[in-house]
């Protein structure tokens, strides 16, 4: 069954890749509808396509729940399993047309983060799909069928750096230490995609210094397991969170177990 979910997955996100990629940085994508069930503000490319989730989920027709940053939970006729959807994940750059921004979703077995079994993110300025079922590897494909690769992470550096949520009134010391210890880093602005390019090896690290959501990174999560990757709490432990929309703690994905050490030093220098 997680092959037709990964498959419905496909089907949304070629949706939202041919109707809402050219919607980005207009003013209709802009327009804000309100404040979403996560508390951020929402804006039309983001209901737009919470909309396409919606009607597949309908078409398809198989029980479950819904749980959305923009409408929270939707019941669909069972609690069990869990859709996990963040419509547009780095909804600041698609409003101003910045080209990285992710249709990320994911679906659980159980009412946690650790039943997650199927991952799939959408770069849609490019098309790039990076999709995994648990225990069944991660792929790279694209949208146009063009191509399909199994990702394999083979990179053994440890010097570029991707964070996201960084608040630097409050985490002067962990901002400084990855600066002073990563020979670059980048605040690209999706959570989504920054752990789908540390999955390839684009990145060495990623780190989230700010509280932040399930929705953000259970897609990307699933992928990163399959190419051998790691979440962590900033003191160095696995963890599983129940699936909603409250902020839960930082965390630190790594390409490898053997990174834990590695991050765990620079951040408590």
Not at 34 to 45: L, R, S, Y
Not at 174 to 180: A, D, G, R, S, T
Not at 238 to 253: D, G, I, R, V
Request: aromatic residues 10%; neutral net charge; glycine residues 10%.
């Amino acid at each position: 069954m997680d092959y037709q979910w990964l498959d419905l997955f496909k089907t949304m996100g070629r949706r939202i890749f041919h109707e809402v990629k050219k919607i980005a940085g207009t003013e209709e994508a802009k327009q804000i509808l309100g404040k979403g069930a996560g508390g951020d503000v929402t804006v039309f490319i983001d209901k737009m396509a919470e909309d396409i989730v919606i009607e597949e989920l309908k078409k398809f027709n198989v029980p479950c729940m819904l749980l959305s940053e923009e409408i929270g939970i939707r019941d669909f006729g069972n609690k069990l399993p869990i859709v996990v959807v963040d419509p547009i994940d780095g909804s600041l750059n698609a409003k101003r047309g910045i080209p990285y921004y992710a249709f990320s979703i994911a679906l659980s077995r159980t009412g946690e983060t650790g039943g997650l079994t199927v991952g799939y993110v959408l770069n849609i300025p490019t098309g790039e799909e990076f999709s995994a079922i648990r225990g069944k590897g991660a792929l790279l494909s694209d949208v146009t069928g063009s191509f399909s690769k199994h990702i394999v992470n083979e990179s053994k550096n440890f010097s570029f750096a991707a964070c996201e949520g960084i608040d630097r009134t409050k985490d002067v010391r962990m901002f400084e230490n990855i600066v002073n210890h990563f020979y670059r880093v980048r605040i690209m602005g999706s959570t989504a995609l920054d752990m789908c390019y540390l999955s390839t090896g684009f990145f060495d690290v990623f780190v989230h210094s700010l509280p932040s959501r399930v929705v953000d990174w259970s897609a990307a999560g699933v992928i990163l397991k399959e190419t051998g990757g790691i979440i962590i709490d900033i003191k160095g432990l696995e963890f599983s969170l129940p699936l909603n929309l409250c902020k839960s703690h930082p965390f630190f994905a790594l390409k490898s177990k053997k990174d834990i050490q590695k991050i765990l030093k620079i951040m408590n220098a």
